[in-house]
């Protein structure tokens, strides 16, 4: 057996760099965060080949003096926190010393840097290792360039996912970033090409627009609140413009965003009645407390942050979100309700799960028996006889499971013909789905989709219809971005659901004779008439049997 030996510090700090900067997105946030913390109110980044040639982040702080820019590579060296009790009122966003040292563990980097009436001075180190240093011409301020990443790491290089996924992980990054600071301008190119850019006005809504996309906060809920000597701000973007993930659901606590299940939830239920079963808002909630109710080194990428009474703010959060939008919303919610029927019945699924498996017993199975229609009960349930039983027909969740198998038929030949629109449809997304559907717009066209030069569709499908379009095209990227492309059985799914249950019949909207057995006509046509798409059923049986047991006529 060898002796046990202290490793030496360039190895010791590869080892440490793996945690802090595990791809070129985590040296984007530590180098960012530096420029934060140096009081710069203009950030620029620019990245070549996903950051894996380069990433360079230029900022107009108050620079460092020569012999600071090089103790800033050492493991441990910062100027942010001094001693024990500085722990406990972190204000700045770095505070472990640790990012310089390990980018420079896993890359070349050259730091150029210059306070304010001095001259600019540089120090470039290699793998942890000084290799230059001298005097710079530059603007007050500091630029970092970080250039062969994970060159002396091998097995990371190979660790690293596609270009395209690392890209995103670093556009996701700077949204967060620039989300966080409203009054610092951000500029983000990739490739020479610019990508985002903020005004750095202070103005959140101009700030959702440029990180989002344009009209994106038209319909914006923005609330103050306070609890527990927290102060929560919320800004909310209107239902309408739901996402299918959740990332977009974005937390800051004193300008540092940090990832909370229990917070992100929260929103998720207070904006529960708003939006489809799925579907996910756009919202920033900022946190503002004493530092010391915080703990945020939690993990060396400050991503987590403990708070005292977690679970009592996430109760108020979901509060202050549902409370906002119904005093905001209230008009569109109404719109939105007309446009978008399913939302009740939605909220009785959820009540139904639990109760489903008794109900499923009653389910009948089969073929649809040929019954006679009674009347509606509640403005919601159709009640139906023939000489066996009552039949209760919940007509939502029928017409649910009508337009379920009428599209997955009609997606079952996607490839048909293509409807012309006199006005291109502008689509409302983000301006990432919109570089994604930029990205993947042949297999739009695959699926019968056209676009004009500004990305308006100006063609979709014979069996889509106009107001389905944006729910179509958003379901489309989500599925290009999660698997790269779009699988037509997902796809078949996934829209045939989405739509079905957007267009479907209200529950208590009420139908005629004519509408009700034509509803029952159609759903008897069905391969399996007895669930909706979401597996509630659409018809209970309650049998002469069953009936008689209830009025103990027999046991
Ligand atoms: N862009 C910058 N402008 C001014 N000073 C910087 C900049 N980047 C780093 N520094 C200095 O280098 C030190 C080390 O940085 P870093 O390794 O990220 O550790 P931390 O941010 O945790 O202190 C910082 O404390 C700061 O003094
Ligand atoms: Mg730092």
């Given amino acids: 057996m060898s002796s046990i030996k202290v490793m030496v510090p360039r190895l010791a700090n590869m080892i440490a760099a793996g945690e802090v900067v595990d791809r070129p997105a985590s040296i984007v946030k530590e180098l960012v965060e530096n420029a934060i913390d140096a009081k710069a109110d203009h950030v620029t980044i620019s990245i070549e080949e996903a950051g894996m040639k380069k990433i360079e982040v230029t900022d107009n702080g108050h620079g460092m003096t020569h012999e600071d820019a090089k103790l800033a ?3 441990h060296a910062t100027s942010k926190i001094m001693n024990e009790s500085d722990l406990s009122h972190i204000r700045t966003l770095g505070f472990r010393g640790e990012a310089l040292a390990a980018i420079s563990a896993v890359g070349k980097v050259m730091l150029k840097t210059r306070l304010a009436h001095e001259v600019g001075t540089f120090v470039t180190y290699h793998g942890g290792v000084l290799v230059d240093e001298g005097s710079a011409t530059l603007n007050e301020g500091t630029v970092i360039t970080v250039t062969d990443l994970f060159y002396n790491t091998p097995a990371r290089f190979k660790y690293m996912k596609s270009e ?8 996701d990054m700077f949204d967060r970033l620039a989300l966080s600071h409203p009054s610092i301008r951000f500029h983000l190119s990739i490739d020479g090409k610019t990508v985002k850019e903020t005004v750095g006005d202070g103005d959140y809504a101009h700030l959702i627009d440029a990180v989002y996309g344009r009209r994106m906060t038209a319909d914006m809920t923005v609330f103050e609140e306070s609890v527990q000597k927290i102060t929560v701000k919320g800004y909310l973007l209107s239902p ?13 606590v004193n300008g540092r965003y ?7 939830q929260a929103v998720i239920d207070g904006y529960h009645s708003f939006l489809m079963v799925n579907r996910y808002p756009i919202a920033l909630i900022h946190l503002t407390l004493d530092p010391n109710l915080i703990d945020v080194n939690v993990h060396p990428q400050k991503l987590e942050v403990k708070f005292a009474g977690e679970s009592l703010i996430g109760y108020h959060l979901e509060t202050f979100v549902k409370d906002a939008l119904m005093k905001r919303n209230h008009a569109v919610q109404e719109a939105y309700e007309k446009r978008e029927p399913v939302q009740e019945t939605y909220v009785r699924g959820e009540l139904l799960a639990e109760e489903a498996s008794d109900a499923f017993q009653e389910t009948v199975s089969g073929k649809l028996p040929e019954m006679e229609y009674i009347g509606t009960y509640a403005g ?14 919940d007509q939502h969740a029928a017409e649910e499971r009508i337009r379920y ?3 997955y038929h009609a997606l079952s030949h996607p490839k048909k013909a293509r409807a012309h629109l006199m006005i291109p449809y502008e689509l409302n997304l983000t301006h990432d789905d919109f570089e994604h559907l930029k990205e993947g717009l042949s297999h739009f066209g695959e699926y019968g989709f056209s676009f004009n ?6 063609g979709i499908p014979t069996w889509l219809r106009d107001d389905e379009i944006e729910l179509a095209v958003e379901t489309m990227i989500a599925m290009l971005v999660e698997k790269n492309r779009i699988d037509l059985a997902g796809l078949r799914d996934r829209l045939a659901k989405d739509i079905s249950c957007k267009g479907a019949i209200k529950a208590n909207q009420s139908l005629n004779r004519a509408e009700v057995e034509s509803l029952y006509r159609r759903l008897k046509t069905c391969r399996n008439p007895y669930t909706c798409p979401h597996g509630r059923p659409t018809v209970i049986e309650l049998s002469e049997y069953r009936i008689e047991r209830m009025f103990r006529r027999v046991v």
């Fill in 73 to 75: 590579f050492l493991r």
């Fill in 164 to 171: 395209a996924a690392e890209k995103n992980a670093i556009i």
């Fill in 240 to 252: 309408k413009i739901s996402r299918s993930r959740k990332k977009d659901i974005s937390l800051f």
């Fill in 258 to 264: 940090f990832k909370n299940y229990k917070f992100t």
């Fill in 380 to 393: 919601t349930y159709l009640l139906f006889q023939n000489e066996k039983a009552l039949y209760l027909m």
């Fill in 405 to 407: 198998e009428h599209y």
């Fill in 453 to 458: 030069e500004t990305l308006a569709v100006t």
